[in-house]
């Protein structure tokens, strides 16, 4: 599938559902926003210069890389939430970018992720992101890894974002990084 800027945009400030199934899920995935792809897809980390689902699957998670490029399906929405499994995001509005969020969109995105995960009540959460979970929780030091406090009774991870645009991250990094997380709330 191939989306023009134009039919990008149409996708921005749009909202994309939390994928959760299984109650209580047991491992949380939070994106920070939506992309336009993502948006556009209704597909959570669909741009294909993404790695979550190539990560995923290179860590045991999945029994292959799912397609996310044109949107999910239900077959592959079950893999995830059939697992214990579920996506969401700090911020519910899609941007071209995360730097296109204020601060106090990521507090207050921080706020109703703390609600939704109370209702929840998955055994691990794991945040795609240390600079928006700095600014989304007032952690203007945390590092990457286990957090000392819980997050709405969650064991908390803060994990690297699989954006094609963070260069410092791998297939490979994340998939370490992610199977951490999936050992945590025993998924593998």
Do not use: C
Not at 37 to 51: D, E
Not at 163 to 178: M, Q
């Amino acid at each position: 599938m191939g989306l023009s800027r134009e039919q990008l945009e149409a996708h921005r400030d749009a909202t994309v559902p939390d994928l959760v199934g299984e109650w209580p899920p047991r491992l949380v995935f939070v994106g920070i926003n939506p992309g336009l792809w993502t948006a556009a897809t209704q597909t959570h980390f669909a741009h294909p210069g993404n790695r979550f689902y190539p990560a995923l699957h290179r860590a045991g998670i999945t029994d292959r890389v799912l397609d996310r490029v044109e949107g999910l399906d239900d077959a592959d929405r079950r893999q995830l939430t059939d697992r214990g499994i579920a996506i969401t995001n700090v911020v519910p509005r899609a941007t071209a970018a995360a730097s296109e969020l204020t601060r106090a969109e990521l507090r207050e995105g921080g706020e109703a992720l703390v609600s939704r995960l109370e209702a929840w009540a998955p055994k691990v959460v794991a945040i795609a992101g240390v600079t928006a979970y700095r600014s989304a929780f007032g952690r203007p030091k945390a590092q990457m890894g286990r957090q000392p406090e819980p997050l709405a009774g969650a064991e908390l991870w803060v994990v690297p974002n699989p954006s094609g645009l963070n260069a410092h991250e791998t297939i490979d990094s994340l998939a370490a990084w992610y199977r951490q997380v999936a050992e945590a709330a025993s998924i593998v």
